[in-house]
């Protein structure tokens, strides 16, 4: 396959205006001592035929969670994505343009960032959200980063619960500005130890970060964790789940002074963990100091009501060492994805996203403590809870497969504490009865009888 | 102008998605329960569809022109790619899934690492950084702890002034200061001023190849054995203590790899001595930019770094692969899991049906089209740096500014006519730039079209420059008030308020 159009002839009339007589003298600025011998070592051009067919036979070896019975989470889940979402991700006027760097031509993106903004904004209660992030890891990070920067000092507070992935992630960028992450244990029912936390606070921190609901799927008591921290003088930093605001209190509404999250839920498929989408929202003081793209709404010379990047010397391409941070390539695309997600389904239906979720996980906890099956931290999560079970997490893990049940994350590994057995169960709005009941003979070891 | 989603709605409007809860429904347990409305749009489907159809109207895309940002690779997206990319056994994937679930997955991961490694000539990619400037910052991530390893504190990068704002940005993040290189009167890095700035405190030398201004560094052997000496030297007098085999590599070189585009096939930046690396898929391996992103930016490197890359790492073994999650030396993670797989499997699909001489035939096309089109916009724009270009050069629109017409009206009147403007204003060693890469999906015709208007615009400037002050007048808007716009921003739709910003 080739998707150049200039032909044989077009080349050397171009290469005749241009002046040279061959392609090698165009190359002469490169010694020929560094050229590549040969052609590269990565087989034979492939017909569009053939690409299709390799590529489907390497999707064939794959057995997609979406294909299964899927209680698989921790911050990726298998939720219903609406048509419309790959409709409008499909236009090629959308997923063919570049940042919208020439404002005039690139209004379809700026509006729909912009209400992609203000649908965030709206969903965590904050003053403004920003153009996107790469994930809610990295968007973690730089909230971390942005905090320290805004408190003048390095210390940073996480719950020992923390997705242990996200906290590798928060290790790597702390590394270079020497920020010490502290982390406050949990008590029993799986949430922060607030008194704990308490001790731990000072005039060095810079903020503490909290996960609602925190990554065992528990609610964890907000407002008293923001009147802590902010007594202290540190700035709170919290990591929502933007499914569970459509019923929890949304962090603006305790006084989070940043907010991030994982868009992914959002009519983003799973795809194997990429692409994912992280987004930023903060209280107005903030904004400055934060990182990513900013769409305003303004006016044209006319009048005209239009959209544009705003408050850009906080961005590398204009402040270079001094910007508030490195990125420049986010995921518009994505962040698009997620506004047609949430307009499709609208106040309503995403609300009923939430509750079905919500409910059918209280459902599953139900069946499994009539089974007897153990429940470590109790019923007061949104979608997601720890069990353990007899006999190890990975045993339960292989026999669900075999029955095309995805059973959960096993936990012992990243949190030795909770021991080989215990298991993080999600429950999306996909989950039928059936297949709670299937799962929970599983957990109950009754090998799941049909 | 379109009015936003959120007037279009009116309550009562949803359609309806879900099957019926078939459990009882519980939302009572919540401590902290959320009171009234979030704010959502209520909408029906037909007006979403035209909502985001009108918006789509007003944008430019590759699919209906030129695109010739310079250093972005606007290049053709394949229709093929998205089509694949788009398959259940890739996007209905979760990545805790067990690794017999996935080996499809793990061999497309495994098989594009080792196609990047010898393109670039590199031993190892990590695929996971989700953008060049992710990219960027995994590389100075690896160059970090390959000295603290070693018990050294190098805190100096060095960055020539042509570079990506990126790159300072990303350099400062890892705890390194960036010293600035002045390029010389060619545009490129002088060996002897170089010399001059590297010593002890050296760690990297962040150079982009080629350059922003799109020339290849001539001195490239000479420039990195004068970064890599940089350590040598401490090395030979026994301050420093480094294995054998790590003796000809000194302080590092890293390559910026954003241009890569122009070397495919011709110059692989690992066999010449580059010691780290990054690729933007988005850029050089055709996969949309999305209105910025999702891109990929996998970082590579040369061997005695192998160990450094982000985790987990695809392996495989005995015909089939798994993740290796621990490496003792790696910088751990810049993402929670394996970076942009969707990216991946696009990026794939198009360097297999390209091949390796389809590769190399990308190269050289791009390469003949800039330098074409520079021939052909010479003619009317200064060229500060005229020559060999590779794939991108920067012209200049300081010859109009006799007339009163600036770079920026240039680019405003190029949207007029229907085609995309240059990168403006960037690199900043040029004045009035305009950083013009054509991408070797363009055809000759295109390019002669776009050099006509060029030229038609310079006339314009020079007989009637009001024109150009004006533009664009064709557009869905025209030019906006960002001072406005900065000073009180509306960040989102609350009926036309914003948010004073303090000085």
Known sequence: MSYVQNTDSDRREMLKETGVSSFEELLEPIDSRLRVDGVLDIGPAMSEAEVASRLGALASANNAASEMISFLGGGIYDRFIPATVRYVLSRSEFYTSYTPYQAEVSQGTLQAIFEYQTMIARLTAMDAANASMYDASTALAEAMLMASVIKRTRRVVIPASLSRRVRAVLDSYAAGKDIVIDEVPFVEDGTIDAGALAEMLSEKTAAVILAQPNYFGMIEDTRKVSGLVHEAGALLIVLADPVSLALIEPPGEYDADIVVGEGQSLGIAQSFGGPLLGFLAAKTPYLRKCPGRLISATEDIDGKRGYTMTLQTREQHIRREKATSNICTNEGLVALAASVYLATLGEDGFREVALQSASKAKTLYGMLEEAGVSLPFGRNFFQEFVITVPGGADAFIARARERGVLAGIPLGKDFPSLGDDAVLVAVTEKRTRKDLELLCDLAAGKGGAV | ?503
């Not at chain 2, 606007?74 to 996935?102: C, R, T, W």
């Not at chain 2, 391996?285 to 890359?309: C, D, K, M, R, Y």
């Open chain 2, 1 to 503: 102008m379109s009015r936003t989603i959120f007037e279009k709605g009116a309550n009562g409007r949803s359609g309806n998605f879900l099957p019926a809860n078939d459990c009882p429904v519980d939302d009572l347990g919540f401590a902290h329960r959320r009171e009234g409305e979030i704010g959502l749009p209520r909408i029906g489907e037909q007006d979403l569809i035209r909502h985001y159809v009108e918006l789509a109207s007003k944008n430019y895309h590759i699919d209906k022109g030129m695109y010739p940002l310079g250093s972005c690779t606007m290049k053709y997206n394949p229709v093929i790619n998205e089509e694949v990319a788009s398959l259940g056994g890739f996007a209905g994937l979760h990545p805790l899934q067990s690794e017999d679930d996935v080996q499809g997955a793990l061999e497309l991961m495994y098989e594009l690492e080792s196609d990047l490694c010898e393109i670039c000539g590199m031993s190892a990619f990590s695929l996971q950084p989700v953008a060049g400037a992710h990219g960027e910052l995994a590389g100075m991530m690896i160059a970090r702890d390959w000295f603290r390893r070693r018990g050294e504190e190098r805190k100096t990068v060095l960055v020539p002034d042509s570079a990506h704002g990126t790159n300072p940005a990303s350099v400062v993040i890892c705890g390194f200061t960036p010293k600035t290189i002045p390029s010389n009167e060619a545009g490129l890095i002088d060996p002897e001023v170089l010399k001059q700035e590297a010593g002890d405190d050296t760690a990297v030398l962040m150079l982009t190849l080629p350059n922003t201004l799109g020339l290849f560094e001539k001195d490239i052997e000479k420039i990195i054995r004068i970064v890599h000496d940089a350590l040598l030297e401490q090395a030979e007098k026994g301050i420093v203590d480094y294995p054998d085999y790590l003796f000809d590599v000194g302080a590092l070189v890293y390559m910026d790899g954003a241009n890569m585009n122009a070397l495919m096939g011709i110059v692989k930046p690992g066999s010449i001595g580059i010691d780290i690396m990054h690729l933007n898929l988005h850029k050089t391996f055709s996969t949309p930019h999305g209105g910025g992103g999702p891109g990929a930016g996998p970082v590579g490197v040369l061997e005695h770094l192998a160990g450094l890359l982000p985790v987990p790492r695809v392996v495989k073994k005995d015909g089939r692969f798994s993740l290796k999650e621990t490496s003792g030396e790696s910088i751990g993670r810049v993402h929670p899991w394996f970076g942009n797989f969707n990216v991946f499997v696009k990026a794939y699909a198009y360097i297999k049906a390209l091949g390796g001489e389809g590769l190399l035939e990308v190269s050289e096309n791009a390469i003949i089209n800039a330098n074409y089109l520079m021939k052909k916009v010479a003619r009317d724009y200064d060229i500060k740096y005229p020559g060999r270009c590779m794939h991108e050069f920067v012209a200049s629109g300081r010859n109009l500014k006799k007339f009163g017409v600036k770079t920026v009206d240039v680019a405003k009147r190029l949207l007029d006519y229907g085609l995309h403007a240059p990168t403006v204003y960037f690199p900043l060693i040029v004045e009035e730039a305009l950083m013009i890469e054509p991408v070797e999906t363009e055809k000759k015709e295109a390019l002669d079209h776009f050099a006509d208007v060029m030229a038609k615009i310079a006339k314009e400037a020079e007989e009637n420059p009001e024109i150009l002050h004006e533009a664009p007048v064709t557009t869905p808007v025209r030019r906006l008030d960002e001072v406005a716009a900065a000073r009180c921003p509306e960040l989102s739709w609350s009926g036309g308020e914003c948010l004073p910003m303090e000085e």
